[in-house]
């Protein structure tokens, strides 16, 4: 017996090759060796999952931050340049509607970008350092809640807010168009008999199935998306059950024995 365990190793050879199990392998040092490889690169998995949430959360960051100074920008150029015709009286609840929607745009976009802005530079510091072990000092874990809020204010909520501030600027774009002016001599035509009151409810019903096909469209996307990502673990967790139902087979076999 001592012989056998004072046998040199030469450094040289390979580990395969020195190992006694690739000669005479049985089951049960099968299986224990293909569990140490799983958890193995288990290990590593975690480790790639670490870095693919960092980079999904910088990407997510930086689109936020494009999308929101893009769209709040359009928002602002909408409210300076729209030219009201002061001769014509336009319903108080449509500029109401216009005056707030703005508004709330601007704000929310803004406070996306704000986030984006102060998360972003601490992620793209330890992205920047390629080190497997850096990936703790990433602050993405902790902010993910305020991550998916600037995602969803910038892509969900915004979007939605910028195709109601598109339908509202089109109402009161053409509106006045066509439309007899109030004064004393006159009468105001109908609205719904001239060009303008036309044009505006045209876009309005464009735009009513588009807003409908991005909400289908979103929530089929996350749904998706959360499917995938469940029956990704799922399979994982299969593959362990069935090496711990292996080696405790294996085991109680060899007590019975």
Known sequence: M???LNVPVDPSTPACCSDPGTKGM???DWVRRSYL?????NHH???ALSWRKLYLSRAKLKASSRTSALLSGFAMVAMVEVQLEVQYKYPQMLLIAFSACTTVLVAVHLFA???STCILPNVEAVSNIHNLNSISESP???MHPYIELAWGFSTVLGILLFLAEVVLLCWIKFL???SILKNETTNVEKPSSHAGWQSALVSTIIMVPVGLIFVVFTIHFYRSLVRHKTERHNREIEELHKLKVQLDGHDRGMQVV
């Open 113 to 115: 970008l704000l986030i």
């Open 45 to 47: 998995s975690v480790q």
């Open 176 to 178: 006045p168009v066509g």
């Open 140 to 142: 993405h874990e902790r």
């Open 26 to 28: 049985d089951y049960r």
């Open 37 to 41: 490889e799983l958890v193995t690169s």
């Open 2 to 4: 001592s012989s056998e």
